[in-house]
């Protein structure tokens, strides 16, 4: 595992980097030979031309960006845009390592039990390896069975009384699926199941609401090019509005925790709101057709709304850190250049395109962007995790010196 780095930019120490993002520091001009580095384990500051860190000219010339894998290159601008710097080794092996083991039923428990008085860690004891979730996998799949039964119910023993059931399951499998990977990846274990079951209702309900109070004053006729901007723009500000909510209710300053609020108030949207058209779909259509679109709006639910307001609840925490919310927050520039993003998204989902409409290679490209902003911020999370521990350790150290 590589070392993690910081550097002292003459007022304060900055980090921690990885060797990659120092080279790239370094790349950019911002630190150079003279600069002041130290890494976990050292005891004193060096300059960097005296460390492993130092690239002579000819290497940093070599690395460019055409060496650089797709998503390497694709994740520093990203990277950038929330304020760290470098490509992210995004770690995708270690993030679903665990999805196909065995694992106990006090492991279960165990996630289950997270966010309370008594099972939340201090923040010195909080882990900033890369998550592991699992649990999120077996909700999806017991979801999945449950509908495939009630299918059987319906299609081979004609069952009408099947038909709930069916929206109601299909509705809800991935978005609540959804809530548990953000729930596991929250690796601050700061926030309880009780309270993300509250979110993901009332916060997913009230969105709503707001929404279309939103609608009556930016009224949306029919889906064009121009409409779909005003869609995502109201859509995203309406269940941002509920996401500042709770973020100030709950008091949060972790860029994790905002991920996961966002997260959750979205899959709560989507799935009230997946309802919505699978009814509609019924009164409308064939069996066949009504199936086809919950399936639809099942698998695609897992690059929309809970992955939208997850971008906006992220941005949020990250201009707020340790302050009161305030409305203010709302008009900063950090803030405004990330919330943009999942506008965007938004948008352009919706966006009747001239020759690519609704096609499935525009779905999968917004799913993909969509899903490496959530990595690119799951990353950002857990480095300011280890910041945090890092001020807490030389504090204690400080403390203890004074004494």
Known sequence: MDSLWYYFDGRETQGPFSEDEMKFLERKGQIGGKTLVIAQGMSRWLRMCETPLQSSERNVRRTSRRS???????????????????PVDLKLRDLFSQVFRRHTKAESERIFIAGTAFTTPKEADISSAWPRPWLFSRVFLIFLVTYAMLWVCLIDFGNPYALPGLMLIGSFAVPFSLVFFFFETNA??????????????????????????????????????TSAFVVGMVEELGKLLIVAGFVSQLNVKYILNGLLIGAVIGAGFASFESAGYA????????????????????????????????????????????????????FKARFLKLMIVPILLHAFWDMPL????????????????????????????????TRRSMRGEEGKKNRGAAE
């Not at 307001?309 to 990250?318: F, N, P, Y």
């Not at 969509?370 to 300011?384: A, D, P, R």
Request: charged share 10%.
């Open 354 to 385: 001239p020759g690519i409409g609704d096609s499935i290679l525009k779905v999968i490209g917004l799913i993909v962007i969509g899903w490496l902003f959530i990595l690119v911020l799951i990353n950002s999370g857990l480095k300011q995790v």
């Open 188 to 225: 601050l274990q700061n926030i309880s199941i009780f309270d993300v079951v509250r979110m993901f209702f009332l916060g997913g309900v009230a969105s709503i609401i707001v929404t279309l109070v939103l609608y009556t004053v930016f009224p949306v006729y029919r889906i064009s090019i």
């Open 68 to 86: 650089r894998s797709l998503i390497s290159r694709a994740t520093e601008p990203v990277n950038e845009l929330i304020g760290e710097c470098g």
């Open 279 to 330: 009814f509609r779909a019924f009164q409308t259509m064939h069996n066949e057709t009504f199936l086809s679109v919950i399936v639809t709006r099942a698998w695609t639910g897992i690059g929309t709304h809970a992955v939208w307001t997850g971008i906006a609840g992220a941005a949020l925490v990250l201009v707020k850190l340790n302050r009161p919310f305030t409305i203010g927050l709302l």
